[in-house]
């Protein structure tokens, strides 16, 4: 296929430099399987992570962790654009236009601002937590991607993104692409190991419900073996059962086989057994990537480059439809 018939895929994740299995299954290991026949844009958006209150040091820091990171896990930098939000000038002037064009009460609805800003802890809240969807909606728009991978937490994140597509399309003139979900079918949504009522998260109060990719061999299988589940013995994905329903999720994931044939392959195994092999087969997955990111991590002068090639063309195409974009909305040519 030639460049100019390939879809375009972009997605962003926060510069968390951190990923856990949520992340790798949900989301990033689904992006690897588009780089040979899709143009690829991964961005790494640290202006959404000023969004809650955090400390500048650690955001650079974790910023190189976090491609470090995607690197690892497969984005090979050859055949995808691996950027920083922040390195690209577009995304927050089209998040304005945008902005301009959205309904408060839209963004006032939105789950993930709604879970956030009223957590116990949610300390300060600025506007920029509830702006952030139209930031995202900028991120998408910028590049006129096609298709945006993203795990179903993100979806209604998405639905504003095509609202606003089709808002500035029928106020102004056909512009933007409306760009299509991508929801992986196993591991789409990655349960707390701890709560699994609730979606695994970096920002789970316990930290043992989580996976992350770096988590040496033995914590993976501490975690694993403490898993709640239930009091029964019936390792089934059934809804009253979701502990030992996550637990299948994760291994159809990390194994590729899916959940209905692991149901019957572990049929009559204790619940202890069923972990043990559930923590063997994510040490195993996790076990190539740890190697990769060892390799690659504090190698700053390749990381830069890595972004500065990411930049130079994810900037190249920005600028095309920003130019466009103010041209629309009735601003005068800029000065050259
Ligand atoms: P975040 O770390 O929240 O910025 O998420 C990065 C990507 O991982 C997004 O596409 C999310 O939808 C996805 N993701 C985060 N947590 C989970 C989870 N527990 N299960 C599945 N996907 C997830
Ligand atoms: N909001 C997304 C998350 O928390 C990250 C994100 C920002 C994103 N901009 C995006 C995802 C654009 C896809 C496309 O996971």
Redesign the pocket.
């Known amino acids: 296929m030639s460049e100019g018939t390939k879809k375009t895929i972009l ?4 510069p ?1 430099g951190q ?10 290991r689904n992006w690897v399987s588009f780089l040979d026949d899709h143009e690829c844009f991964f961005g790494i ?1 640290d202006q ?1 992570a000023i969004t809650t209150p955090y400390v500048p040091a650690e955001l650079r820091r974790s910023t190189y962790r976090t491609v470090a990171l995607y690197i690892a896990c497969g984005l090979d930098p050859a055949k995808c654009r691996l950027f920083a939000q922040s390195h690209v000038i577009g995304h927050t002037e089209l998040a304005w236009i945008l902005g301009c064009l959205c309904p408060l009460g839209q963004l006032e609805r939105m789950t993930q601002f709604k879970e956030k800003s009223q957590r116990e802890d949610a300390g300060f809240v600025g506007s920029g937590l509830l702006f952030y969807p139209v930031l995202m909606a900028a991120d998408i728009l910028l590049y006129n991607a096609d298709i945006v ?6 979806k209604q994140h998405i639905e504003l993104c095509r609202d606003l597509a089709i808002r500035f399309n029928n106020t102004y003139s056909e512009t933007f692409k409306v760009p299509d979900v991508s929801i ?1 079918r196993d ?6 190991l701890q709560s699994p009522d609730k ?4 920002s789970d109060p316990n930290q043992s419900g989580c996976v992350y990719l770096l988590d040496p061999p033995d914590r993976v299988r501490k975690k694993i073996m403490s898993a709640v589940t239930d009091s029964g013995r019936e390792i089934r994905a059934l809804p009253e059962k979701p502990g030992i329903a996550n637990l299948l999720g994760i291994l159809a994931a990390a194994t590729g086989t899916p959940v209905a044939e692991l149901e019957a392959a572990h049929a009559g195994k204790s619940y202890g057994e069923f972990k043990a092999v559930v923590a063997d087969a994510v040490i195993a997955c996790l076990e190539p990537i740890q190697k990769r990111f060892s390799e690659i991590d504090g190698d700053k002068a390749y990381l830069d480059s890595v972004f500065k090639e990411g930049a130079d063309t994810a900037q190249a195409r920005a600028y095309k439809t920003l130019a466009k974009v103010y041209r629309k909305a009735g601003f005068v040519p800029r000065p050259r």
């Open positions: 997605t962003c994740a926060q968390t990923l856990h299995l949520g992340n790798y299954f949900g989301a990033v958006v959404h991978p993203v795990g179903e937490d993100q992986p591991g789409a949504r990655i349960r707390s979606k695994m998260s970096k």
